[in-house]
Nanobody, 128 residues
Framework: VQLQASGGGLVQAGGSLRLSCAAS????????MAWFRQAPGKEREFVAA????????LYSDSVKGRFTISRDNAKNTVDLQMNSLKPEDTAVYYC??????????????????????WGQGTQVTVSS
């Protein structure tokens, strides 16, 4: 089972990037999915989550209004559209899956290690 994140890169402040996470080995169409990030010297932090149907989303205050999480269950992918990027958005971004519940609208920020599948991360660097 693998979650493969892609789409990272170097962008100027105010620019946009779109991250994508593709699942292989199993389907996560019935699971909540999320993006996290970890900046150098900092703890990993929650960015956004989406329910299995896409009907519910959850964002951290720091990205609300700038980032949009979406998913395509037919393709087994989850994306993160990042607009109005800031230097403080610089981090390695990870996608994750919460496989505990099937087709639930429950979303979590992962404070209690609820996400049990993780991708390898993609680097996002925002220059000022």
């Amino acid at each position: 089972v693998q979650l493969q994140a892609s789409g990272g890169g170097l962008v100027q402040a105010g620019g946009s990037l779109r991250l994508s996470c593709a699942a292989s080995g199993r389907t996560f169409s019935g699971s909540a999915m999320a993006w996290f990030r970890q900046a150098p010297g900092k703890e990993r932090e929650f960015v956004a989550a989406i329910s299995w149907s896409g009907g519910s989303t959850l964002y951290s205050d720091s990205v609300k209004g700038r980032f949009t999480i979406s998913r395509d269950n037919a393709k087994n992918t989850v994306d993160l559209q990042m607009n109005s990027l800031k230097p403080e958005d610089t981090a390695v971004y990870y996608c994750a899956a919460d496989s505990r519940y099937y087709q639930s609208s429950y979303l979590t920020r992962g404070r209690n290690h609820e996400y049990d599948y993780w991708g390898q991360g993609t680097q996002v660097t925002v220059s000022s």
